[in-house]
């Protein structure tokens, strides 16, 4: 399978390693002069070029890639990547960041196959969602994060709460949500949650409990 990453930062910089390390073709598009000399000294293919350039996307090999993903930390750049790679039929992951407004937001999620947040997500979201895999990315997250999955019970302090009001502080994140006897997906910032729902995490290890009793309570 070969895959075409635009954006070679830290997220882009993970994924592409380890699509590599797995066997798979990787090809980086990038503009930075530097982060193009370090992904070529890491022995990756890069054309380097605007992303955003349908020319470029092709130089990179689009037309037969499995998947395309827009990784920068612009999701306008990252969109229009996605885009160019939706019309020549390749599956698309986005990288947005936690603050997109939610009329973005539905804008993205209709149009791209993934969206990939937040940072401390990284390589493992990105690379899983390139797959069109599930959410079972545990030995691939780096040292000292957890992922977690836990049912909502009837007398959670976070029932009617949306996912952008739960508060773990910078130590967890929502990763997914599903609704009880439902797959779990990416949520919206304003998906409220209800008892029986699934929620998956992403924590770091020394906080999994205090991270489980503010989902959970006392």
């Not at 599956?91 to 999620?109: A, L």
């Not at 599930?134 to 040292?143: I, Q, R, V």
Request: proline content about 4%; glycine content about 10%.
């Amino acid at each position: 399978m070969s895959f075409v990453i635009v954006g070679y930062g830290r997220v882009g910089t993970r994924t592409v390693r380890i699509l590599h390390e797995e066997g798979h073709a990787v090809t980086v598009v990038e503009t930075d002069v530097d982060k193009i000399t370090r992904a070529r000294e890491a022995g990756h293919q890069v054309i380097a070029g605007d992303g955003t350039d349908q020319a470029v996307l092709q130089d990179a090999g689009l037309d037969s890639a499995l998947a395309v993903a827009g990784l920068t930390g612009n999701p306008i750049c990252n969109y229009q990547v996605c885009q160019h790679a939706s019309e020549a039929g390749c599956r698309t992951v986005m990288r947005i960041s936690e603050d997109v407004p939610e009329d973005q937001y539905n804008k993205y999620s209709s149009n791209v196959d993934e969206l990939v947040y937040p940072e401390q997500l990284g390589a493992a979201g990105a690379k899983t969602a390139l797959l069109g895999g599930s959410f079972n990315a545990l030995s691939e997250l780096t040292a000292g994060l957890r992922l977690i999955s836990l049912t909502i019970p009837e007398d959670a302090p976070i029932i009617d709460k949306t996912v952008n009001e739960i508060d773990f502080g910078s130590t967890a994140r929502v990763y997914a949500h599903g609704p009880a006897g439902e797959s779990m997906t990416i949520p919206r910032p304003g998906q409220q949650i209800a008892s029986g729902d699934r929620v998956a995490l992403v924590v770091e290890q020394e906080s999994v409990e205090s991270a489980k009793q503010a989902l959970l309570g006392e």
